[in-house]
């Protein structure tokens, strides 16, 4: 049964395509946005949850350098809004969403892309807001995390030995 559908899954699904740099960072955007917003979910304690949203704004700013928006536009501080952590969730879904049509399928997504960030950033800053999270000093530790991971750049190994949980 399984062997069957994934023939059919295969025979549908769409091929691959050589990609260029821009898409290998919204590609790794996506996929860091993701992947720490469910750690972030997943976290027990503040300490957590710090870091989690540490390593979210580091991949906004990827973000915002892959979809080429002047992060000297970017508001530090938002309106109150009733469900900043649901919002967040909601734009980065359609952060996602939007870069898998433009990386995979060939769709361009290029004048959407900026428009979904800047909303995902708001939702962003909104939640730290409500968090009582201080942009500047979540900033500053994500920084020194990583110079502590990686010595000048990142490297595989460096990724690997993960010099900062030691």
């Not at 549908?12 to 750690?39: C, M, V, W, Y």
Request: glycine share 2%; proline share 4%; aromatic share 10%.
């Amino acid at each position: 049964m399984f062997k069957d559908y994934q023939q059919f899954v295969l025979s549908k699904a769409a091929p691959p395509r050589p990609i260029n740099e821009k898409d290998f960072q919204l590609l790794h955007a996506a996929l860091g946005l993701s992947t720490e917003f469910l750690e972030y979910d997943i976290a027990h304690n503040r300490e957590d949850i710090l870091e989690e949203v540490g390593d979210l704004v580091w991949y906004m700013m990827l973000t915002a350098h892959a979809v080429e928006f002047p992060i000297t536009n970017l508001p530090d501080s938002v309106e109150s809004r009733n469900h900043p952590l649901l919002d967040l969730s909601t734009d980065i879904e359609r952060f996602v969403s939007l870069v898998k049509k433009h990386c995979i399928y060939g769709a361009d997504k290029s004048k959407e892309l900026p428009l979904v960030f800047y909303s995902m950033w708001r939702s962003f800053v909104a939640f730290c807001q409500d968090e009582e999270i201080e942009l500047d000093v979540l900033i500053a530790e994500n920084q020194n995390k990583l110079n502590k991971r990686y010595a000048a750049a990142f490297t595989t190994q460096e990724s690997e030995d993960r010099k900062d949980k030691q």
